[in-house]
């Protein structure tokens, strides 16, 4: 049974520049990293794990094309500001500020990193909802 988001991980084949250019855009540092291999960082109201690899250590079968796969979606809370910035520190726009289904607040929009990984955004009312009945920010 899947209970929540525990690790996403993207790969870069610069993985030095894409640590940097995370680490821009969320505004810290990495808090774990293994040499030439990985950076890990801590997000969130529940510090979910976000993981950047060598690509060198990517599966043998992985596709390296933008959407090759899911797309993890984490949320924001102004969503139009983080998809600008995200566009100006070189990111592609992949899908455009989507609002989903009848007007009830999900709203979704999703880029390309400058190192290929697709990278979803959105406002998630239920998340909010849960953040609330848990004591979160």
Known sequence: ML??????TYYADDL????????????????????????EFRLGDYQHEFGIINRAYAPPSARNEP???????????????????????????????????????FVTACVVDPFGNTLGIMTNPHYLEVVAKTGGV
């Open 3 to 8: 209970r929540g988001m525990a690790t996403t």
């Open 16 to 39: 030095e520049a894409a640590k940097d250019w995370y680490s821009e855009f969320l505004g810290i540092a990495p808090y774990y990293h293994v040499p030439n291999g990985y950076y």
């Open 67 to 105: 959407g090759a796969g899911g797309i993890v979606y984490w949320h924001v809370d102004d969503l139009a500001a983080t998809f600008e910035r995200l566009l100006a520190m070189g990111a592609k726009e992949y899908q455009p500020i989507t609002a989903q289904g009848d007007g009830e607040g």
